[in-house]
């Protein structure tokens, strides 16, 4: 980061949709065009945990009712509150948002990508309007918000019809729109029109030429039907690899099985993924500013070095993306490498890399000093 400057100018998309149309999807899809995405609601829950400066300010106005064993506020429960009384809502709303539009703008400064996408659910409701130059809006037609919502998130036709009920219309969005994206149909269909919309951006005054050497010394994959086709034989020759089974690992909201054309595109612009020759195939993910390097297997099973060379590319690609976590699953005579990198043995949780418990591995990560500070 010491030597890399923000971009000189910004432009910022603001992205918004009603609950279910698919913003996020949408997001990662302008992350993988090169754009730095921001996901407003996750700037909320940062602002309301623990330590936070949202967090007593909610806990007064809600009840301790709200928290959870760990004296965390349990989302499920705020939301059942706020979603019920409009009243309640607004409180919620004063609160957190000055905080995440703040966040935005201190983001937006120091990005590297001179096009930022903030994906929230009240862009138009709120300032986030005020720094944006370029409004999008994800939409999809009622039947596919019902059964998406019903199948990913377990809600009921009333549930989705309270949530929705306290959201601004679709149509009402679409009038103020620049950009209209229908999610109604198949991936495919969503990532064209996202790129045509991107290839009809103004064109940034920014060098791309170190970002793009970047990607090409990760060996990163473009999301295209020759990468679909060389990924689908990977998984299908390895279906035990720690690629395989980071995939199977996150197929929680899909009946389907991940190697079928649809949700493999949909993986392909969900995560990212590299390979120098057919053999072999890393997938990393990106959360917040944060990077889960989940899955990956080389043509030489024992080959540090190339892990190695790996990490390091990802974590110069990262810094674009102003990450300042990594973790990683790795064997365990790869310890003094991920050492001297920095990594130490993660002490938390694994609930989200269950494939780390897989024999011989142990899950490391690794904290940068100069990690984003939001509020």
Not at 182 to 211: K, M
Request: proline fraction near 6%.
């Amino acid at each position: 980061m010491a030597n890399l400057k923000p971009a000189p100018q910004h432009l910022l998309i603001g992205l918004t949709g009603n609950i279910g149309c698919g913003k996020s999807l949408v997001r990662q899809m302008l992350e993988h065009l090169g754009a730095l995405g921001v996901d407003a609601d996750w700037l909320t829950r940062q602002a309301s945990s623990q330590g936070a400066p949202g967090y007593e300010r909610i806990v007064a106005r809600f009840g301790k009712s709200l928290l959870d064993k760990n004296g965390e506020i349990n989302r499920q429960r705020l939301g059942d509150q706020v979603f019920s009384d409009p009243a309640a809502l607004a409180d919620l709303e004063n609160i957190l948002h000055p905080f995440a539009s703040a966040a935005t703008r201190r983001i937006a400064a120091r990005s590297l990508l001179p096009v930022v996408v903030i994906e929230a659910i009240k862009v138009l409701e709120s300032d986030l309007a005020e720094q944006c130059q370029c409004i999008w809006v994800v939409d999809a037609d009622p039947q596919t918000l019902y059964q998406r919502l019903e199948r990913t998130r377990s809600m009921s036709h009333a549930q989705v019809d309270a949530r929705l009920a306290q959201q601004t219309p679709a149509a009402q969005m679409k009038e103020r729109a620049d950009v209209v994206i229908d999610n109604s149909g198949d991936i495919a269909s969503t990532w064209e029109q996202v790129r045509t919309a991107w290839q009809a951006l103004p064109q940034p005054d920014w060098n791309p030429a170190p970002f793009r050497a970047l990607q090409e010394q990760v060996h990163l994959l473009p999301v295209d039907e020759a990468s679909l086709d060389q990924v689908r034989g990977f998984l299908r020759a390895q279906p035990d690899s720690l690629p395989a089974l980071f995939l199977a690992a996150q197929q929680t909201d899909m009946p389907a099985p991940g190697i079928q054309n649809d949700m493999l595109l949909r993986d392909m612009l969900r995560f990212y993924f590299s390979a120098a020759q057919k053999d072999e195939l890393a997938i990393w993910k990106r959360e917040g500013f944060a990077c889960q390097l989940g899955g990956y297997q080389f043509a030489d099973r024992s080959s540090g070095e190339k892990l190695e060379s790996l990490i390091k590319g990802i974590e110069a690609l990262n810094a674009y993306y102003l990450c300042g976590q990594m973790s990683l699953p790795a064997r365990r005579e790869h310890a003094p490498m991920l050492a001297r990198l920095g990594y130490e043995i993660h002490q938390g949780p694994l609930e989200h890399l269950k494939l780390a418990q897989k024999a011989g591995y142990n899950l490391y990560s690794k904290s940068n000093p100069d990690l984003l500070s939001l509020f």
